[in-house]
């Protein structure tokens, strides 16, 4: 990985025996805010850090060892890169400790226990975050050229011996998290010879985003890298941006060329010596790399998901050295700086990642070659996300993953998802907090996360559980890991222990070699399920993926034909779900006004269900109220409001 951990902020336990791990699983279930902490206070037999809960800090990693020279005059190790005079942490933590926690190279929220080699005591260490470091070199090549070369553009750009993100020579295949992070010297662009230079000062940006609810959330915290770090303004007149910014989605069909066509208008004025700074980001960016600057030479940065948070790192780099930067090889997650807060698209609703990547390789799917790699943020830093939303005013959150049932999979020790349901329910301390989550996956879906659903007061009723197909033969060919009847079983308990929860799915139709009678299951499924809600798609090969090679590939005439049968079929069941809460009263989170009428508010159910009824949207955004529906509608709910009741 193309990383380098240049500090770890480490907490600790001292354990004689082994009462300290029983004393933390006990504490995680209770609902201490600080699991590790409270246990390190109260059983630590480190007297040093036992009052401070176990912290230690940052803590560096130890330095390489010093070369074996009898003859040598000895030296201040420090001086010569060996063992480090002595501080705060190796005063308590010894330093055979230190080398083991960085030799396992532990991504924040592990635990881990080692023993020290001075002492033979055991040491039970949490690791809160690793500062990370994305390397760098001196040299930049033009497009083209293979890794490793130094030659210079024929335009005569000086490099100056700027400091420049180091190349990768891992090649792409299909569904790898291969990437790779390079610089290229600048080259004239073709009409007018106009060299391009990013411009100096600049004062306003733009963000235009396609895709989904994770995208959304990474636009804002590009957002807030740019407002609250490199100072910026936002418009919404792109073509006055000074910085424009592409935050791109490659799940669907024709994903690049849309790309292409909204770089179009920013190029041409490129191309006439206007001084933009065009960034492109998101999935098309990952997949593409540096194929996208080959294309479409007047980007400046191809920044891949992963490095959200080192956005103003990569702009600085692209400035100094008058150079297109690419980053996209693969990347530890990284929590956003403090200073660097999303700026958020609601007021009261908000988005919070909690796993990012996949590792499925289902057979259909770009995600696991553009989001990478599982990786688990800490239980602590999403509740601390969570509870300073909580404090600012915000009333619900939606947790976010690409497969989420696979949270806690690649920690140290290993997580679920239901113990971070579990966590956060009992620790947010508004009792009106709700806590939503996309999006499951069916092969790893388990009982206790149907229990946590069903049981915990701020966890909404609502289940996000896609199929994909109704016929086991193409749920095999798609890698799916269920069958028909494995994901039946799912829904049934889910309607047996949470009867009012809303169960909502995502459907494929014409995967390759899917035959009418396969295509019967999928309708057979939609049957026996009635989702409320249903997203729909008709199969587009992507690139990186195995299925986009397949011979047996469905005519475009069948697949739009298959897809309005099972439109029709949704809006039908759709609608048959709303018609339940007919004259209901129901708890309502308003969040936004109506659209069509400035006289009525929006809000949704605990289910998810949009309800529009008449009322003020300044005295009662972000309130909960009691409304009684009146109307059903395929997708929403028509009521009234119940003044005298919240």
Known sequence: MAHAARQSYLEQLVQGGSASPLALQQEQESASKDPFGRVASLVSACTVTRNEGGTIGWVEPPPPPLPTDTDTETTDTADRGGTPPLTTATAVLPPSVIQQVYAQTPKAGDILTIQAVETQQWHTVQVSEVWLDVPLSRTARRLGEPVGSTGTADNDDDNNGNSSIQTSSAPARTGSHAGSNAVFARRKLKGQGVLPILPKNMKTYHIQTAGCQMNVADSERLAGILENQLHLVVTDQPEQADLVLFNTCSIRDHAEQKLYDALGPYCAKKRQGKQIALIVTGCVAQQEGEALLRRVPEVDIVLGPQYVPFLSNVLEQAMQGGQQVVVTEPMLLQEDIGWNQPVRGHTVRAWVNVINGCNEHCTYCVVPATRGMEQSRTMEHILQECTSLSLAGYKEVTLLGQNIDSYGRDMVPRRSFAELLQYLNARLDDKEM?????????????????????????????????????????????????????????????????????????????????????????????????????????????????????????????????????????????????????????????????????????????????????????????????????????????????????
């Open 434 to 646: 709700r806590i939503r989550y996309v999006t499951s996956h069916p092969r790893y879906f388990s009982d206790r996360v149907i229990d946590a659903v069903a049981n915990l007061d701020k966890v909404c009723e609502c289940f996000h559980m896609p199929f994909q197909a109704g016929d086991d033969q193409v749920l095999q060919k798609m890698r799916r890991g269920y069958s028909y009847d494995s994901y039946m079983k799912i829904i049934n308990k889910i309607r047996d222990k949470a009867p009012d929860a809303s169960i909502c799915g995502d459907v494929i139709v014409g995967f390759p070699g899917e035959t009418e009678e396969a295509f019967q299951k999928t309708l057979q499924l939609m049957e026996e399920v009635k989702f409320d809600n249903l997203n729909t798609f008709a199969y587009s090969p992507r690139p990186n993926t195995e299925a986009a090679l397949w011979e047996n590939q469905v005519p475009e005439h069948v697949k739009s034909e298959r897809l309005q049968r099972v439109q029709a079929l949704a809006t039908q069941h759709g609608l048959e779900r709303s018609e339940r809460y007919m004259g209901r009263v129901v708890p309502v989170l308003v969040e936004d006004a109506n659209p069509r009428n400035p006289d009525q508010v929006m809000g949704r159910t605990r289910q998810g269900r949009q309800v529009y009824f008449d009322g003020n949207l300044d005295t009662l955004k972000g309130t909960l109220v009691n409304v009684r529906v009146t109307q059903a509608r395929t997708w929403s709910l028509m009521g009234e409001l119940i003044a005298d009741a919240q």
